[in-house]
C-alpha cells in the first residue's frame, strides 16, 4: 500500500471512530453530560472537551508549527495540569456549543491531514509525527474515550477492525513506556499475536522471539489505553521482560497516571 493510501486508510477510520462516538453523545440530556467516567474528576463534558482540545493542538501542528511550539512550551510549563486545565475549560460549555467545537475541530483536522504530503512531519509533545501517526494517535485517544464515556452510559460498543490501529500504536510504544518511567528498554523484539474481533490473527514481531504476549485484541487495546487493570484482561506474556511490559505497557504520549484498580480477576 502506498504512503498516501495509508493515510488515507486512517484517515477514513478515523472519521469512522469520531462518528460512532459522536453517535453515542448527540442525542445526550444535557444533564447527561455532568456524568462521571471512570476517570477521576472527568464528567461525559471533560471527556469530550479533552478529544476537542487535542485535535485543535493537532490542526495547530498541522497548520502552525511556530504557533504549535508556543503552545506547546507554555503547556509543557505545567506538565501534569495542563491536560485537566484544557479539558475542564472546554467542560464549561454548554453540551451544544462543546459538541459543536469537537466537530468543527475535528473536521478541520480531517481536511489539514488529507491535504498534506504523506511524508510531512509535524510537531508534537514528543517526536515529530507523519500525518498518518497523527491520525492514528487521534483514533487512539478517541476510541480510549470513547471507552470511558461508554462505560459511563452503561453501553456496550462493539469492537472493530478499527482497533489494529491502537493495537499497532501500543505495540510499537514499548520502548516508550519503559523510558516514561525511567526504565531501560528491552535488547529484544518481542512476539505479539493478538486475535481480532473476527477471528483473524494480528502479528508483530518475529516468530522465534523468546518474549510473547498474546491474547484478544481489545483485552490488549483497553491494557495500553490504561482503560483496564490486567488482572482483568485475558492477555498474558511468555518471558520475564514481556511480563514487565504488561505492568507499564501505555500506547499515548506523556505520564501515565495511575491506571484503573483491578475489578476482579484475571479475564
Known amino acids: 500500500m502506498s504512503d498516501a493510501r495509508a493515510v488515507i486508510g486512517v484517515l477514513d477510520d478515523l472519521r469512522d471512530e469520531s462518528d460512532e462516538l459522536d453517535r453515542l453523545v448527540d442525542a445526550l ?3 447527561r453530560w455532568s456524568l462521571p467516567t471512570p476517570a477521576p474528576g ?3 463534558a471533560h471527556q469530550i472537551a479533552h478529544l476537542a482540545w487535542t485535535d485543535r ?16 512550551a507554555a503547556a509543557l510549563k505545567a506538565p501534569d495540569t495542563f491536560v485537566d486545565d484544557g479539558a475542564r475549560e472546554g467542560a464549561a460549555k454548554a453540551p451544544a456549543a462543546l459538541l459543536k467545537s469537537w466537530r468543527t475541530g475535528r473536521d478541520a483536522l480531517q481536511r ?7 511524508e510531512a512531519r509535524f510537531p508534537w509533545y514528543g517526536p515529530p509525527m507523519s500525518p498518518a501517526a497523527v491520525a492514528t494517535a487521534r483514533l487512539m485517544e478517541t476510541w480510549a474515550h470513547g471507552q470511558d464515556l461508554a462505560e459511563a452510559l452503561g453501553v456496550t460498543r462493539a469492537p472493530t477492525a478499527r482497533l489494529r490501529h491502537v493495537a ?3 505495540v510499537r510504544a514499548r520502548d516508550y513506556a519503559h523510558a516514561v518511567r525511567g526504565l531501560d ?13 473476527d477471528g483473524s490473527l494480528w502479528t508483530y514481531g518475529p516468530k522465534d522471539a523468546a518474549q510473547r504476549v498474546t491474547g484478544p485484541a481489545l483485552d490488549f487495546c483497553l491494557l495500553v489505553t ?5 488482572d482483568d484482561l485475558a492477555v498474558r506474556a511468555e518471558g ?4 514487565r511490559w504488561l505492568d507499564i505497557a501505555q500506547a499515548f504520549a506523556g505520564p501515565p497516571g495511575a491506571g484503573r484498580a483491578p475489578k476482579g480477576g484475571r479475564g
Open 29 to 31: 440530556e444535557p444533564e
Open 42 to 44: 472527568w464528567t461525559v
Open 226 to 230: 490504561r482503560r483496564a487493570h490486567r
Open 185 to 197: 528498554a528491552p535488547g529484544e523484539e518481542f512476539r505479539v499475536e493478538l486475535t481480532a474481533p
Open 112 to 118: 489539514a491531514l488529507r491535504a498534506a504530503p504523506p
Open 240 to 243: 520475564v521482560a514481556a511480563d
Open 57 to 72: 493542538a493537532a490542526l495547530l501542528a498541522a497548520t502552525d508549527p511556530d504557533g504549535f511550539a508556543a503552545q506547546a
Open 168 to 170: 499497532r500504536i501500543g
